[in-house]
């Protein structure tokens, strides 16, 4: 059993884990193709960044839109991965595919459709307390973040504290935007845990033009980590295509980033 991360824990401090570093998870909604996923990877990589998102089960809100290439789209992930020496991150929607997806990938995204599927999360907490396999954790559309620290404990009671919480938007009256940023939980999951707070700007925004006035909003906030969806031919995605930037408009969103995350003495990785 790992000591839970919440504010107050005897013996460590407020704000101690986190570090002067924030993560950039980028990369395609879905795993599509080789070469989709090549030309991102090659991209993230020549941004100097460690980490490449995709997912390969996908949580879809019909059942008739595509679900994933499954275990053929961790393969291309990981093989991309392997030849641009990055890192990868994927969801995992099921318990009978945590062991699969861990031959595949670093890290275990747990998507807002599942924020309070316990069985989920406490089978993920303990087929990961030996590796420790980082669990990006993401709120769901209508948790509190109490709610939220609270479901974190089913990881961390069952033996893995590597988490990152993301805030990746709410359900509210507002259909300005897909999901209206709660930037607010960035300090406040900054004061009331130890955990790092990544926020995902592309499916709060529904829209690519809206992505980087949220990210710049998020380093400004404090974040420790930021999720930003990139394809090659957005109009041609399998999903979330209206949101997804091309290399090129990610490449000028990192440049625009640095700049501001140098300004709070961090630097992007
Ligand atoms: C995703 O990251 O592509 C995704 C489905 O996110 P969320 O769970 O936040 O909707
Ligand atoms: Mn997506």
Redesign the pocket.
């Known amino acids: 059993m790992c000591e839970s991360k919440l504010h107050g824990v005897a013996g460590l401090p407020d704000y101690g884990t986190r570090t002067d570093e924030i993560t950039i998870f980028a990369g395609p909604?879905?795993i599509e193709s080789q070469e989709q996923f090549d030309e991102v990877a090659e991209c993230v990589a020549a941004n100097g960044l460690h980490w490449i998102?995709g997912?390969a089960y996908?949580?879809r809100t019909n059942p008739h839109s595509f679900q994933g290439l499954g275990e053929e789209g961790l393969k291309i992930m990981k093989n991309a991965a392997d030849r641009f020496g990055l890192k990868t991150l994927t969801?995992v929607m099921d318990s009978e595919h945590i062991s699969l997806v861990q031959n595949y990938c670093d890290g275990i995204?747990i998507?807002?459709?599942n924020f309070q599927n316990f069985s989920l999360l406490k089978n993920i907490g303990i087929a990961t307390s030996k590796t420790k396999t980082m669990v990006l954790f993401?709120r769901g559309?209508a948790g509190t973040i109490a709610e939220w620290l609270a479901a974190t404990e089913y990881l961390t009671t069952n033996g893995n504290d590597n988490v990152i919480l993301?805030e990746?938007?709410l359900r509210t009256f507002e259909t300005a935007t897909r999901f209206t940023l709660d930037i607010s939980a960035v300090p406040v999951i900054h004061k009331q845990s130890l955990y790092p707070i990544c926020v995902?700007v592309?499916?709060p925004a529904g829209v690519r033009d809206l992505v980087p006035a949220l990210a710049r909003t998020a380093i400004a906030a404090g974040a420790d980590s930021l999720?930003i969806?990139v394809h090659p031919d957005p109009q041609s995605a399998k999903?979330?295509g209206p949101q997804q930037l091309t290399p090129a408009q990610f490449t000028d969103l990192m440049e625009d980033l640095r700049e501001i995350a140098a300004v709070f003495g961090k630097k992007l990785v």
């Open positions: 909604c879905s998102r997912g996908k949580p969801e995204q998507g807002a459709r993401k559309f993301c990746r938007g995902d592309s499916h999720m969806e999903s979330d």
